[in-house]
C-alpha cells in the first residue's frame, strides 16, 4: 500500500519564477492537505483540496494556489517566487468513510523548494 | 485564532531516563483535536496520536504516554525509557472541527521541540 508519494524530491528556483509541485494522496484517501515548513519551524497550513475544490484555506497570499484532479491527486503552484518561500512543501491526504472524515492526516516526505 | 506553544525548544537526556515534552493550546471553539507528530531526520512527519476535546482520558502505548488536561489547555508527551531511535523532533498539533461531515481540516502546529537521545 502506498503513502504519500510528492514530486520531485529537491527542486532549485530562482526569485520572480513559478513551480509547481506534486502530491499523491495514499491509496484510499480523496483529501490533500499542502502545508509549508520554514527550517526550524512547524508546518503551516496552505490549502486543503477536497472533491476538486480548495474547502479551506490558511494565512497565504494568492500566489499560492492549488488544484486538485478527479484521481485525487494535487498540485500546489507558487507564482513570483520570494526568497522566504523557500521551504519544505508538505503533501498530506486524509479520507471520507462512512459519511465521517477520518482526522488523521498522512504526511508525504515533501519537497524542499529552495529560491535564490 | 487557534495557537499551539511548545515552550522547550530542545531537549537533551542520557538513553534509559524519562521525558516529557510540553504543548500548550489555545482555542476558542468546544470541539477540538490535538496530535503529537514526531519528524525524524529523513523530514515525513509521522502522526503518534490523536484526542478529541470531549476526551481527556490519558493513553498509553508501550513507552509512550500522553497526558490531556484541558483545565490547563495542555496536552504533554511522556516517553518512558528513551531509546536513540527516539531522537527527534516532535510536533504537538490543533484542529478544529468544520461542523457537519465531521473531521478535522488543516492543522495548526507548534514550533516543534527537538528531543536528543545521547547513547
Known amino acids: 500500500d502506498a503513502g504519500v508519494t510528492q514530486s520531485p524530491t529537491h527542486l532549485i528556483k530562482t526569485r520572480g519564477q513559478q513551480v509547481t509541485l506534486r502530491c499523491s494522496p495514499k491509496?484510499?484517501?480523496?483529501?490533500v492537505s499542502w502545508y509549508q515548513q520554514a527550517l526550524g519551524q512547524g508546518p503551516q497550513f496552505i490549502f486543503q483540496?477536497?472533491?476538486?475544490?480548495?474547502?479551506q484555506r490558511g494565512n497565504f497570499p494568492d500566489r499560492f494556489s492549488g488544484h486538485q484532479f478527479p484521481n485525487y491527486s494535487s498540485e500546489l503552484n507558487v507564482n513570483a517566487l520570494l526568497l522566504g518561500d523557500s521551504a519544505l512543501y508538505l503533501c498530506?491526504?486524509?479520507?471520507?468513510?462512512?459519511?465521517?472524515?477520518?482526522?488523521?492526516?498522512?504526511f508525504g516526505p515533501g519537497t524542499r523548494l529552495t529560491v535564490t | 485564532a487557534q495557537k499551539v506553544t511548545q515552550a522547550q525548544t530542545e531537549i537533551s537526556v542520557v538513553e534509559k531516563e524519562d521525558v516529557t515534552l510540553d504543548c500548550v493550546y489555545e482555542?476558542?471553539?468546544?470541539?477540538?483535536?490535538l496530535f503529537w507528530y514526531k519528524q525524524p531526520p529523513s523530514g515525513e512527519l509521522v502522526f503518534l496520536i490523536r484526542r478529541n476535546s470531549f476526551d481527556e482520558q490519558n493513553e498509553i502505548s508501550g513507552r509512550y504516554s500522553w497526558n490531556f488536561q484541558k483545565s490547563t489547555s495542555s496536552f504533554n508527551f511522556t516517553i518512558t525509557a528513551s531509546q536513540v531511535v527516539d531522537s527527534a523532533v516532535y510536533f504537538c498539533?490543533?484542529?478544529?472541527?468544520?461542523?457537519?461531515?465531521?473531521?478535522?481540516?488543516?492543522?495548526?502546529f507548534g514550533k516543534g521541540t527537538h528531543l536528543i537521545i545521547q547513547p
Open positions: 498539533a490543533l484542529s478544529e472541527a468544520l461542523g457537519s461531515g465531521g473531521g478535522a481540516d488543516g492543522l495548526t
Open positions: 491509496s484510499g484517501h480523496d483529501t
Open positions: 483540496y477536497y472533491e476538486e475544490e480548495e474547502r
Open positions: 482555542t476558542r471553539d468546544t470541539t477540538y483535536y
Open positions: 498530506a491526504s486524509s479520507f471520507l468513510s462512512a459519511g465521517v472524515r477520518s482526522y488523521e492526516q498522512y
